[in-house]
């Protein structure tokens, strides 16, 4: 019985120092060794492939783009550079002023335009055609106005109606104020430039000037002030509707017969103005 523990102990050797040693080496470099392995995986992770590049577009797309855009470039630098009546460099419309004159000109709304049209159309006939005054007229218009007004507000009364409400007219002091201011400055300048035409400074203004009013003189010797005004409003509400219109078609044309006036005033200047003795270019002091 007292021989069991020994065997026992005899079956089971004890590990020797050297062994200790070496399962606690083996035991700290596996450990060292997944350590670094995993660090490393964590700082130098696996390179992501690179984004695919966007699609170029195609050379004729590119092409066409800019061909389109150098073309339209071109036709409006054209367009602004083409021949204008007048050297004009503003729509027609700015021209005869853009507010709501020009709207009624150019027919921006059909139903004021036709009203004015029709009214300046009644108003020429009446007076034009039937033989009608003007100082006739007025004293007409007033008696029978006045006459229904009267008996309106006195009859107000009696038929149980409200009085006409008339409104009261004041003409504001700066409207008159602008006016005349405006109409000095056109005087002036009129009378300004007809001096220099009289000083005989610039020919071409003169000839001009001279045949402007050799037309309007033979106008006033075929009509009347009142048809010739009548002719002027009714110009206006169509002729500048019809350039809109045909704008490049009239200016081309125009173009060609500007080019040959100046080919004739050249050839009459060189014959002609070239040899009249002309004034002072400045005007001498006192």
Known sequence: MAEQPHAEDAGHKPETLMEK???????????HSSSSSDS??????????????????????????????????AAADAKNKMFRLFGREQPIHKVLGGGKPADVFMWRNKHVSAGVLGGATAIWILFELLGYHLLAFLGHALIFSLGVLFLWSNAS???????????????PED???????????????????????????????????IAGLWLLSILGSCCNFLTLFYIVFVVLHTVPVI?????????????????????QYAVFDAKVLSKVPRGPLKDKKN
């Open 175 to 209: 409207l008159v104020v602008n006016i005349a201011l405006s109409t000095r400055h056109e005087i002036n300048r009129a009378f300004a430039n007809l001096r220099q035409i009289a000083l005989g400074r610039d020919i071409k203004k003169f000839l001009i000037v």
């Open 21 to 31: 040693i070496a399962d606690k080496l083996h035991v700290g470099g596996g450990d």
């Open 243 to 263: 350039y809109e219109k045909y704008e490049d078609q009239i200016d081309t044309y125009g173009e060609k017969g500007w080019i040959e006036v100046k080919k």
């Open 157 to 171: 009364s009696f038929i149980n109606k409200s009085p006409p409400r008339i409104p009261e007219v004041i003409i």
């Open 40 to 73: 490393d995986k964590e700082e130098h992770p696996r390179p992501s492939a690179p984004p695919a590049p966007a699609p170029a577009p195609a050379a004729s797309e590119v092409t066409t783009a800019s061909f389109a855009a150098s073309a339209s470039a």
